[in-house]
């Protein structure tokens, strides 16, 4: 999933999100439509096939050619539509979906930095109360700058879960960047402790972490923390196969918050050569 960086401010720590991508196949479980003309039914296997194989690139190349040969194919256009969120083209999503299609409009509105819009769909829907929608909500309201409101919703989502909450990296991690953006850092440290495994795996999470113990006053902890989240960030960069610069781009928020860090701290050299890094 990809994240969003919190613009910093002063006196502020900074923490990232991530976009939650909901689970949406919306092509038969038998790879053909029943009901499509005996000509439509190979491009609905291949289409099938393609979402089966996530390979969503294939999966647009045949929504596109169903919806040219048969327009009033419903069903292709909706999975135009979901093709067109996972290859990341979100107007084209927007412009596709289906009046039915709520999640779906929501998170690409969301996407398209409309999140106001985004947010009067998911309050107006009959499903506002899944967990999807919720998920996508709290995003959407993090991006308007409702922090305490995002908070609320993800420590919700944890609760209800719970203690599988807990355990989930993405949800854990939007979490602790909403809490420090709404200045409740020590909060979301007293009522959600991680596991330190989690962290292992989710340098985000582990930076977000980091950034809740600032705002908390703990900069020795946050220190250790942050090293941590970068040591982390390296590792699964390598194995992930990023290049040097992709990588570097990656950690540029951990290395800004330890600068920041080491400065309070009256580490001003140390922190000079972490931002020349």
Known sequence: ?????????????????????????????????SAAPEKLRPLYAALHEAFEEEDHEAALVAATKLSKIAPDEVEAQAA???????????????STALPGQELERAYALYRLGRGAEALAILDASVQKEHESFRHLRGQALFKE??????????????????????????????????FVAARRGQEALARFPLDEELMDSCYELAFNTGAAMVDAGDLRAAEARLREARATCVRVGEEDGMTPSVLLDEGSGIQIELAYVLAAQGKRGEAFETVSY
């Open 1 to 33: 999933a990809s994240s969003i960086m919190i613009p910093p401010q002063p006196q502020h720590p900074h923490a990232q999100t991530h976009a939650h991508h909901t689970q949406i196949v919306m092509v038969a479980s038998t790879g053909e439509s």
């Open 80 to 94: 135009k539509a979901v093709a067109a969120l996972y290859t990341g083209d979100y107007a084209l999503a927007l």
């Open 145 to 178: 700058g409702r922090y305490d409101e995002a908070a609320d919703v993800f420590a919700a989502l944890v609760s209800e879960a719970g203690g599988n909450g807990g355990e989930d990296p993405e949800l854990m991690t939007n979490l602790y960047a909403a």
